[in-house]
């Protein structure tokens, strides 16, 4: 059985940073792509961030120049290193990997920009 967990929310100033995790643990025999999404109270659930398997890597224009995408594939993960966040980056973040042809999703990790 795979799982997808994602950590590392939390509340931050505004400019702060956070880094989020989503790890995949399980029964794994390739993992290609990872994306990021964010889902803020009454919106639609938005990309921020994708990356492949051989590391090419997607943002969204809100996020780009603050946000950075990596993976470590020997330990099946991918971190999103964010900066200078913002209050409209407050939202619960989701991470959804493509694991052996099937997508999975984490429960999510809420982060929450505020003074």
């Known amino acids: 059985q795979v799982q997808v967990v994602e950590s590392g929310g939390g509340l931050v100033q505004p400019g702060g940073s956070l880094r989020l995790s989503c790890a995949a643990s399980g029964s794994i025999i390739s993992i290609n792509a990872i994306t990021w999404y964010r889902q803020a109270p009454g919106q639609s659930r938005d990309l921020v961030a994708a990356?492949?398997?051989?590391?090419?890597?997607n943002y969204a224009d809100s996020v780009k120049g603050r946000f950075t995408i990596s993976r470590d594939n020997a330990k099946n993960t991918v971190y999103l290193q964010m900066n200078s966040l913002k209050p409209e980056d407050t939202a619960v973040y989701y991470c959804n990997a493509e694991i052996d042809g099937l997508y999975y999703w984490g429960q999510g990790t809420q982060v929450t920009v505020s003074s």
């Open positions: 990356i492949t398997r051989g590391g090419s890597t």
